[in-house]
C-alpha cells in the first residue's frame, strides 16, 4: 500500500522568502507525482505534474523535483507571495492503479 | 470551458436519507473520479470510471454507487446516509489514465 508523507503540516513564513514543501512516498514504483493547492473551501488546483522518468519540473516561481529512488519529491516556491498562502497537497499515481494516493498536506502561511 | 462542476456546495442529510451527487466536465474527459477529503486527513478515492459504461470500485466505495451513461456526467449516489458520510466530496477528470486530475469544487455533506 502506497503511504504519502507530508511534513511539517503546516509552515508560516515571512514574505520574500523561499518555500520548500516536502513529500515522501513508500512504494518507488510510481507513474507520477502531481503538486496540487487548495485554498480553504475550495477544489484542488493542479500546479504540477511530474512524470516517474522526470527529475523535476517548473512552471513560473514553482519549480518540483523528484527522486524515486528515495521515495522524495519537493516543491520550492521561490519569493513567497501573501497570495500563496494555501494548503499544498502531493498526490502518488502508482504504475499498475489509477487512484493517486494523497499526502495530509502542507498548511502555508506567508505573511506581509 | 467550465471544467468540472459539481452540484450541489452544500447539504445537510437526516440519517437513513438518500442523495445524489452531481458532477460534470466538458473537457471530453475518458476518465472521472470520486474522492472523499476528512478533515487532516489526504483524499481517498471512492469510485472513478474510465469511460461511459465502465466504473470501478475504489479504496472506500461501501455505501455509494455510481453510474456514468455519458461522457460528461459521473452522479454518486449515497443510499442511507451514516453520520460517517460526512465528508467533502471532490468530482475529478483526466484526459488519459495518468494524466494530471482536474477536480471540481466540492460538496460539503453533513449527516446528522
Known amino acids: 500500500k502506497q503511504e504519502v508523507t507530508q511534513i511539517p503540516a503546516a509552515l508560516s513564513v515571512p514574505e520574500g522568502e523561499n518555500l520548500v514543501l516536502n513529500c515522501s512516498f513508500t512504494d518507488s514504483a510510481i507513474y507520477n507525482l502531481q503538486w496540487f493547492r487548495q485554498d480553504p473551501g475550495k477544489g484542488l488546483t493542479s500546479l504540477l505534474l511530474?512524470?516517474?522518468?522526470?527529475r523535476e519540473q517548473t512552471s513560473g516561481r514553482l519549480n518540483a523535483s523528484l527522486d524515486k529512488s528515495s521515495g522524495r519529491s519537493t516543491l520550492y516556491i521561490a519569493a513567497s507571495q501573501p497570495g500563496d498562502s494555501a494548503t499544498y497537497l502531493c498526490?502518488?499515481?502508482?504504475?499498475?492503479?489509477?487512484?493517486?494516493?494523497f499526502g495530509a498536506g502542507t498548511t502555508v502561511t506567508v505573511r506581509a | 470551458n467550465a471544467g468540472v462542476t459539481q452540484t450541489p456546495k452544500f447539504r445537510i442529510l437526516k440519517i437513513g436519507q438518500s442523495m445524489t451527487l452531481q458532477c460534470t466536465q466538458d473537457?471530453?474527459?475518458?476518465?472521472m473520479y470520486w474522492y472523499r477529503q476528512d478533515p487532516g486527513m489526504g483524499l481517498k478515492l471512492i469510485y472513478y470510471s474510465v469511460g461511459a459504461g465502465i466504473t470501478d470500485k475504489g479504496e472506500v466505495p461501501n455505501g455509494y454507487n455510481v453510474s456514468r451513461s455519458t461522457t460528461e456526467d459521473f452522479p454518486l449516489r449515497l443510499e442511507l446516509a451514516a453520520p460517517s458520510q460526512t465528508s467533502v466530496y471532490f468530482c475529478a477528470s483526466s484526459y488519459q489514465s495518468g494524466g494530471a486530475q482536474y477536480f471540481g469544487p466540492g460538496t460539503r455533506l453533513t449527516v446528522l
Open positions: 498526490a502518488v499515481r502508482r504504475s499498475n492503479d489509477y487512484k493517486l494516493s
Open positions: 511530474i512524470q516517474s522518468s522526470q
Open positions: 473537457m471530453n474527459h475518458n476518465y
